[in-house]
């Protein structure tokens, strides 16, 4: 990417169309240090010899059980790499990563509150920048499956920069309903831990290698993969917000016989429905009515499934 930087934070090009987002809930955590990519390779379900620059790369870390621990967006940035992950969930993965450093040349910070994210959805797009300021650090495509070009931007707190100078008139829910509409599973503390990586369906995003070599969790992983033997995978729904309490992460998914059949892995509200991640044990029939709990009622779902053709 050629990025030519001057000392403004106006749009490179007045003929192109974009809004951006500010991505407050994602964190950033750099890897640097000449054994970085090597040592991402062994903890990851991604295939790190592909990461670069311009296209962020999915995946996520497993515990030693195979359970997703994080999901992540990463990009090669100078002689770093750069993890995008949920911010409540980056403490803990760093911390986890840290275990297996041992005699590593390998050096993890936390980037998250000295660096902001910024989100771009642009109508068309050139080779160059398209917010500018001397702060700008990385701009890369967002690894998704769908229409709108999407991208994110990492600009560091220099003397010059200040949010305020960027028109976030776009709500983060916004971002994130592009997000649950592609599909991408964002974990939250409460979750982590809880699903293999075919449950969230990251082999069908790309977000997972089976010719990469061992990793941790990568056993779990691959006899998942070579025996078939998922029984839960990803889909979308909408429900009407229900008349008091809210939805939760977490909440449970049932059928008419309040038999659970998974659970809500993202939400996101909006004035007239929300959006929901779940997971189910398996892909009901289009005449199963399925229901999302609260405390208070259970509320009828519409399913979207990804896997249809």
Request: hydrophobic share 35%; glycine share 6%.
């Given at each position: 990417?050629?990025?030519?930087?001057?000392?403004?934070?106006?749009?490179?090009?007045?003929?192109?169309?974009?809004?951006?987002?500010?991505?407050?809930?994602?964190?950033?955590?750099?890897?640097?240090?000449?054994?970085?990519?090597?040592?991402?390779?062994?903890?990851?379900?991604?295939?790190?010899?592909?990461?670069?620059?311009?296209?962020?790369?999915?995946?996520?870390?497993?515990?030693?059980?195979?359970?997703?621990?994080?999901?992540?967006?990463?990009?090669?940035?100078?002689?770093?790499i750069?993890?995008?992950?949920?911010?409540?969930?980056?403490?803990?993965?760093?911390k986890?990563?840290?275990?297996?450093?041992?005699?590593?040349?390998?050096?993890?910070?936390?980037?998250?509150?000295?660096?902001?994210?910024?989100?771009?959805?642009?109508?068309?797009?050139?080779?160059?920048?398209?917010?500018?300021?001397?702060?700008?650090?990385?701009?890369?495509?967002?690894?998704?499956?769908?229409?709108?070009?999407?991208?994110?931007?990492?600009?560091?707190?220099?003397?010059?920069?200040?949010a305020?100078?960027?028109?976030?008139?776009?709500?983060?829910?916004?971002?994130?309903?592009?997000?649950?509409?592609?599909?991408?599973?964002?974990?939250?503390?409460?979750?982590?831990?809880?699903?293999i990586?075919?449950?969230?369906?990251?082999?069908?995003?790309?977000?997972i290698?089976?010719?990469?070599?061992?990793?941790?969790?990568?056993?779990?992983?691959?006899?998942?993969h070579?025996?078939?033997?998922?029984?839960?995978?990803?889909?979308?729904?909408?429900?009407?917000?229900?008349?008091?309490?809210?939805?939760?992460i977490?909440?449970?998914?049932?059928?008419?016989?309040?038999?659970?059949?998974?659970?809500?892995?993202?939400?996101?509200?909006?004035?007239?429905?929300?959006?929901?991640?779940?997971?189910?044990?398996?892909?009901?029939?289009?005449?199963?009515?399925?229901?999302?709990?609260?405390?208070?009622?259970?509320?009828?779902?519409?399913?979207?499934?990804?896997?249809?053709?």
């Open positions: 990417m050629n990025n030519i930087l001057t000392n403004t934070l106006e749009p490179m090009s007045t003929t192109n169309q974009f809004k951006t987002f500010p991505l407050d809930h994602l964190g950033i955590l750099c890897v640097s240090g000449g054994d970085a990519p090597q040592f991402l390779q062994g903890q990851a379900t991604a295939d790190f010899r592909t990461v670069n620059q311009d296209t962020g790369l999915l995946g996520a870390f497993c515990s030693a059980k195979g359970r997703v621990i994080s999901t992540f967006i990463a990009i090669k940035h100078i002689e770093s750069l993890l995008i992950l949920p911010l409540e969930l980056v403490a803990a993965t760093q986890r990563l840290s275990q297996y450093i041992l005699r590593s040349k390998v050096k993890l910070q936390d980037y998250s509150s000295t660096h902001s994210l910024v989100g771009i959805v642009m109508e068309e797009t050139d080779e160059q920048a398209i917010l500018t300021t001397p702060e700008l650090i990385a701009q890369f495509s967002y690894p998704c499956p769908a229409p709108e070009r999407r991208f994110i931007q990492i600009i560091a707190h220099g003397d010059t920069w200040t305020n100078k960027l028109d976030f008139s776009n709500s983060l829910s916004d971002w994130q309903l592009l997000d649950i509409k592609a599909g991408i599973p964002w974990l939250t503390p409460s979750n982590s831990e809880e699903f990586p075919q449950t969230l369906n990251l082999e069908q995003l790309g977000g290698s089976f010719n990469k070599g061992c990793y941790t969790g990568q056993e779990i992983v691959a006899r998942t070579y025996l078939g033997k998922s029984k839960r995978a990803l889909f979308m729904a909408t429900v009407t917000p229900p008349e008091n309490g809210d939805l939760q977490g909440a449970a998914i049932i059928d008419k016989q309040q038999q659970k059949l998974g659970s809500v892995v993202n939400l996101v509200q909006q004035p007239t429905q929300y959006y929901l991640l779940i997971t189910l044990t398996s892909d009901p029939h289009e005449s199963t009515k399925l229901y999302v709990t609260t405390p208070e009622t259970q509320l009828e779902i519409t399913l979207f499934n990804f896997n249809k053709t």
